[in-house]
């Protein structure tokens, strides 16, 4: 049952997605919030099909936390998920990217048209430039940031090492760190086909502030709320490592 549905979800997916990438490459003129906005709406749809085809619910926790200007959303990062779900929860956001993304057909169309973020890793002194003068714009339009601390997913039940680039930018741009924890990778591993039932969690914990502070010690308190807040809701999906890995 659980392969059936997850076939189904793909089906749906392979249908949506190049309409909004079509879409996308059409409201490129629009203003930057504008676009972010209506492709969000590939969010909502995404998401709800993973409710109703795969039986993957979720719950929201914390949203009283969430400000109401402009900050960086830092979120744990074990799924496909919460790049969708983010976008669901808090107001439009723009994510970091790497810029030969821009390249792929198609999914570069829409990837432009959500006003990312885009840097050249391999120039570290360039992309920390692009960061900073990227950053400063798209929160004059608006925008939040979403970053992934850790900078790539990270299975179910580990830790990995926390960047500081995320709260060296929250500090330059004088904007809140928001923390998040999410338990998604239980529900929908890493490059895993298969999407399993269930409700995941998503938790939002209270403002970080960083006006006045070093990137260091921002990082570190960011680090241990979402630790402490993934040990408290992990342990839910049955992809969790205790539990084996479900069957199909």
């Known amino acids: 049952m659980v392969l059936l549905r997850s076939i189904i979800y793909w089906l749906v997916f392979c249908i949506v997605t190049p309409i909004y990438a079509v879409i996308c490459f059409l409201i490129l003129p629009l203003p930057k919030y504008t676009r972010v906005k209506i492709i969000s709406g590939w969010c909502h749809i995404l998401v709800w099909s993973l409710k109703v085809i ?69 120039n570290r002194g360039e992309a920390q430039r692009l960061l900073m003068e990227q950053g400063r714009d798209r929160v004059d339009h608006g925008l939040w940031i979403s970053i992934f601390p850790e900078g790539t997913r990270i299975a179910p039940g580990q830790r990995g090492k926390y960047k500081h680039g995320g709260a060296r930018l929250a500090s330059s741009l004088d904007i809140p760190v928001v923390p998040v924890a ?67």
């Open 182 to 248: 999410v338990n998604a990778g239980e529900f929908w591993p890493r490059n895993s086909f298969l999407k399993y039932p269930g409700e995941l969690t998503m938790s939002i914990g209270p403002v970080i502030q960083t006006t006045g502070r070093v990137p260091e010690e921002v990082t570190v308190e960011v680090e241990n709320w979402i630790e402490t807040e993934q040990a408290r809701i992990q342990g839910a999906g049955p992809c969790f490592p205790d539990h084996g890995h479900a069957k199909a």
């Open 54 to 122: 795969c039986g993957l619910r979720y719950r929201i926790v914390g949203t009283e936390n969430i400000p109401k200007g402009p900050a960086m959303i830092m979120c744990k990062h074990q799924s496909a998920w919460e790049t969708m779900g983010l976008q669901l929860v808090f107001p439009p956001a723009v994510f970091v990217v790497k810029r030969e993304l821009f390249m792929i057909p198609v999914f570069g169309w829409g990837l432009r048209a959500a006003a990312p973020i885009a840097i050249d890793r391999s």
